[in-house]
């Protein structure tokens, strides 16, 4: 682990290295406030936005990792603040659940299983 953060901290300091893997490197070596920091920061900078970061999350990082992020305030500030709150999700479940007579899919939240 402590060569991985070596070389991560010099994967860090190029000019070049993209926010993002940045922001999900640091997830992955369980530096959670420092990945933060580049979160907020591509959000502010749109240079990608809140709205993808929990798929993105999911591809790359284990179950662990996701359950800390997502219960991170500062995410949960980021997600509120970009629209992506519990109103929206309710809206968005039952909008889709509006279908399930065509699809045959019903979503619930997941704590709901």
């Known amino acids: 682990m402590d060569a991985a953060r070596e070389y991560f901290d010099w994967l860090v300091g190029r000019k070049n290295f993209e926010p993002l893997y940045k922001t999900y490197g640091h997830f992955l070596l369980g530096d959670i406030d420092k990945g933060m920091d580049y979160l907020e920061q591509a959000s502010d900078q749109a240079v990608y936005g809140v709205q993808w970061s929990r798929m993105r999350l999911r591809w790359w990082c284990p179950q662990s990792i996701v359950d800390e992020v997502e219960r991170h305030p500062r995410y949960q500030a980021l997600l509120k603040e970009k ?13 889709t659940n509006q279908l399930t007579d065509i699809t045959g899919i019903h979503v619930q939240p997941d704590e709901a299983y």
């Open 83 to 95: 629209g992506f709150d519990d109103a929206w999700r309710n809206e968005l479940i039952r909008m």
